[in-house]
């Protein structure tokens, strides 16, 4: 039996990295989430985590974008997950494919929550797990990971009145 493949995880903040102070206080992105939920996991492949950035997914620029891009074509491993904000995160998705272009090698899953990891009533870790679960089984190219579902990152909305992700039929 061969050796699992590494996961490289890009993470840029938003909610599932956010932290509250109090009621009063603003938010902040806090430090990357995600190595803690998979270490309480126990994973069983080896995973590296970088820190792209710490923004709310409503900052982002397409120069932000543009280095998310650029940063998973340059990694040698062919399975990524990127945590990101769920506001803007199809938008990256959708750079990242054209990026990855159709002949790409790499799969790449972005995910993110709509509850900050550290609350208690979260959903950052089964979203983590089911990105990355999929970021080993599916074929290349780019996919959203989010409510139990992936989409492919053209045809995929946040729906904010139902707090969930939905499929977009596309236009004919």
Same mark, same amino acid.
């Given at each position: 039996?061969?050796?699992?493949?590494?996961?490289? #995880?890009?993470?840029?903040?938003?909610?599932?990295?956010?932290? $509250?102070?109090?009621?009063?206080?603003? $938010?902040?992105?806090?430090?990357?989430?995600?190595?803690?939920?998979?270490?309480?996991?126990?994973?069983?492949?080896?995973?590296? #985590?970088?820190?792209?950035?710490?923004?709310?997914?409503?900052?982002?620029?397409?120069?932000?974008?543009?280095?998310?891009?650029? @940063?998973?074509?340059?990694?040698?491993?062919?399975?990524?997950?990127?945590?990101?904000?769920?506001?803007?995160?199809?938008?990256?998705?959708?750079? #990242?494919?054209?990026?990855?272009?159709?002949?790409?090698?790499?799969?790449?899953?972005? #995910?993110?929550?709509?509850?900050?990891? @550290?609350?208690?009533?979260?959903?950052?870790?089964?979203?983590?797990?089911?990105?990355?679960?999929?970021?080993?089984?599916?074929?290349?190219?780019? $996919?959203?990971?989010?409510?139990?579902?992936?989409?492919?990152?053209?045809?995929?909305?946040?729906? @904010?009145? @139902?707090?969930?992700?939905?499929?977009?039929?596309?236009?004919?």
């Amino acid at each position: 039996m061969s050796a699992p493949e590494t996961v490289q #995880v890009f993470t840029t903040g938003g909610t599932i990295d956010k932290e $509250y102070f109090d009621a009063k206080s603003a $938010y902040e992105i806090g430090e990357p989430q995600i190595g803690a939920l998979l270490r309480e996991a126990d994973v069983a492949f080896p995973v590296e #985590v970088e820190a792209l950035m710490r923004k709310d997914s409503l900052d982002l620029t397409d120069a932000d974008r543009r280095l998310i891009a650029d @940063r998973v074509l340059a990694t040698p491993h062919r399975r990524v997950v990127v945590t990101h904000g769920t506001d803007t995160m199809a938008a990256t998705a959708r750079v #990242v494919a054209d990026a990855l272009g159709p002949d790409g090698d790499t799969t790449v899953v972005f #995910v993110g929550s709509l509850a900050p990891a @550290r609350f208690k009533s979260t959903d950052a870790a089964f979203n983590v797990g089911f990105a990355v679960a999929a970021a080993q089984t599916l074929p290349p190219g780019a $996919y959203v990971a989010m409510n139990g579902r992936v989409f492919d990152p053209h045809h995929v909305r946040k729906d @904010r009145e @139902r707090n969930r992700f939905e499929p977009v039929t596309p236009e004919a």
